[in-house]
């Protein structure tokens, strides 16, 4: 098999520019492209779909940002484009069922799909993948559509940074590009429609029946000129995505009936994180779009669609401190009535006074901070920009704005990251005292430095073009946990005190300690929360945790009654049913609720111990001291 038939454009024979040539003519003929279907796939499958979460409208709904600017440049092409959301459409379908049996997830979508292919008739269908966990569904799709005998095109983050296995995958895709598409589609189009030298093509891969593969690697990125342009917003209705479902991880803090859209002010992020993909698909360092062009975007949004809250999907919002207290500032100028958050995190450095002010007066509800690690050896390791004072110092300017919800990233397992360093990140969120911790295992993404050293290292098994793994996200996850995840020790207090300080812990203890972080850092602190703003963004929170991110969540329920007695007296029945629900059916949540000393007694007793309300502490270490003691 020859699986990519060039390194790069310059190396390209004549003999496959020829066979690239004649495969697109086989593909187009001498019509070309006049007709572009944009479809993004359903966010999970069948398997793994809950109506009644998508009901409650606790499904995340995004708009199709990616797609709606290929699209507005296509069209400046003179292609005609159809979007066909896919995930919102079962949704819709979901939302508009009488009863369960009347829903059928796989024949929404294909009769969607169907239809829309049957009576628009497009040249080309593409399809876009951002997440692993939507593989699955990118296949299924594209299998679909070829069945239709409609050639296939793919993209996205996810296929831009394991294009080749999932090329190896999914045989019915005939094209792939890469990474940010808007140049590289257009040269496409004028090589198809003008007539243009196939060697002029970019950041796509071409793939005939034979599985012989063309890499036209060249660079496409767009300039500040494109990605200026808005989106093709006419393409759909973005307003009514807040009817059939969310985004974000800070929309919980709307109003229910707010309408919301996303916003990218800027591309790329100035970071080099080992373990973050973001470079393969943006390139080095950061393009900012004119804040003219941005602002007019979110005053469009608001005037003529609705919006009332945006989410910004830039990955280093507040690169340019100076231009990004002007973006705030002529945000809160034009007087658009908008909040917003920055759900995908913000360098710690770049939280400055001045910044966040502004940022607040703009409409900010809600900020991610990376950090990921608060011990000095790793964060240079995997190149974190960022230190221990950055952290501190964001986290002191934050929370003198008690508006703003504050979380931070955290990550466990990193390669040779010891229980000694593990501590040093536990001690310095504590000492951070923000909002929310969120706190996650490292899943190497293949395509990033640390995925490749792992490898090589033979600290993970790299995956085989036979033994395609993809992650399944919260979906899978929960499904995970519910067929028996156990903890490792009967008595959770013992997983700790029985590791080393200079221990790599085992798989099976990182995951006992990742779940003592996310009870000790997030729910148990709630023990001591009486400012009023903070426990209604809380309880928001924790409603949405139960629902969606871990369903029927053991302590979000018992958090939850706990907030409710503090805010009122008295906690409703129906809370303490369903926390005594969930402890008699899953062994899971009653094996943990033990270990912790928590019960559903108090919640029906209004009684809760004494002792919980106090700090606590599991953890010896010799590092307890306030890590501020040690900065300078």
């Given amino acids: 098999m020859n699986r990519i038939a060039s390194a790069d454009n310059n190396k390209i024979s004549a003999a496959d520019l020829a066979g690239a040539k004649s495969l697109l003519s086989d593909l187009f003929g001498a019509n070309g492209i006049r007709r572009l279907l944009l479809v993004n796939p359903p966010d999970a499958d069948a398997e793994l779909f809950r109506i009644d979460t998508a009901k409650r409208g606790r499904y995340t709904n995004y708009p199709p940002y990616g797609l709606l600017s290929i699209a507005a440049h296509a069209r400046a092409r003179g292609v005609e484009v159809r979007i066909c959301n896919l995930n919102h459409e079962i949704l819709k379908a979901c939302h508009a069922a009488a009863s369960e049996e009347d829903f059928d997830f796989d024949a929404v979508w294909r009769n969607c799909l169907d239809t829309v292919i049957t009576e628009f008739d497009p040249d080309l269908v593409g399809l876009t993948c951002m997440f692993t966990m939507t593989h699955g569904s990118l296949k299924t799709i594209a299998e679909r559509v070829h069945g239709s005998g409609k050639p296939v095109a793919i993209g996205g983050v996810h296929v831009s940074n394991d294009v080749e296995r999932v090329l190896d995958d999914i045989d019915c895709a005939t094209i792939a ?87 990218l002010s800027n591309r790329g992020c100035r970071a080099q994180c080992t373990f973050c993909s973001v470079r393969n698909f943006n390139g080095a360092g950061v393009r900012q779009r004119s804040i003219t062009s941005v602002v007019d975007e979110l005053e469009l949004l608001r005037n003529e669609y609705g919006i009332g809250h945006v989410m910004w999907l830039d990955d280093d919002l507040l690169k340019d401190q100076a231009r990004a207290v002007r973006l705030f500032n002529e945000i809160t100028r034009r007087n658009l009535d908008l909040t917003w958050d920055a759900t995908n995190g913000v360098i710690a450095s770049s939280c400055t006074d001045e910044v966040i002010a502004a940022a607040a007066e703009s409409g900010c509800i809600a900020i991610n901070i990376g950090m990921e690690s608060g011990n000095r050896e790793i964060l240079k390791s995997v190149r974190k920009p960022g230190t221990l004072e950055n952290f501190l110092g964001a986290a002191e300017v934050l929370r003198r704005h008690e508006q703003i919800h504050a979380s931070v990233f955290l990550m466990v397992g990193f390669p040779g990251e010891t229980m000694s360093m593990i501590l040093d990140t536990i001690n310095v969120a504590r000492e951070m005292d923000l909002d929310w911790y969120r706190c996650a295992q490292l899943q190497p993404l293949p395509g990033t430095p640390i995925y490749d050293a792992m490898a090589a290292q033979g600290i993970i098994q790299e995956t085989g073009d036979k033994e395609l793994r993809f992650n399944g996200g919260a979906f899978g996850k929960q499904a995970e946990i519910e067929q028996g995840l156990r903890l490792a020790t009967a008595d959770f207090r013992e997983a700790f005190a029985n590791i080393p300080m200079d221990a790599v812990p085992t798989p099976d203890q990182l995951t006992d300690i990742w779940f003592f972080m996310n009870y000790h850092l997030n729910f148990h602190r709630i023990f001591h929360e009486r400012n009023q703003v903070k426990m209604d963004q809380l309880i928001a929170h924790l409603n949405v945790l139960a629902d969606v991110i871990s369903p029927e969540n053991g302590f979000s329920i018992y958090f939850l009654g706990y907030l409710e007695y503090l805010k009122s007296g008295s906690i409703s029945p129906e809370l303490v049913a369903r926390l005594e629900q969930r402890l008699d059916t899953s062994p899971f949540w009653r094996d943990r609720f033990e270990a912790f000393g928590l019960s559903a007694e108090h919640l029906k007793d209004l009684n809760f111990p004494e002792d919980e309300t106090q700090p606590l502490q599991l953890l010896s270490t010799n590092k307890a001291a306030p890590v501020s003691a040690g900065l300078g």
Avoid at 198 to 222: G, K
């Fill in 177 to 263: 590009f890469l990474r940010e598409a808007e140049v590289a589609f257009a040269r496409f189009l004028e090589v198809v429609n003008d007539g243009a030298a196939p060697d002029t093509l970019a950041q796509v891969i071409l793939r005939d029946a034979a599985d012989r593969r063309y890499r036209f690697t060249a660079e496409a990125q767009p300039g500040i000129d494109v990605i200026d342009t808005l989106p093709a917003y006419e393409l759909i209705d973005v307003g009514e995505y807040a009817d059939q479902g969310t985004i974000g991880a800070f929309y919980c803090f709307k109003p229910a009936g707010t309408r919301f859209a996303t916003v």
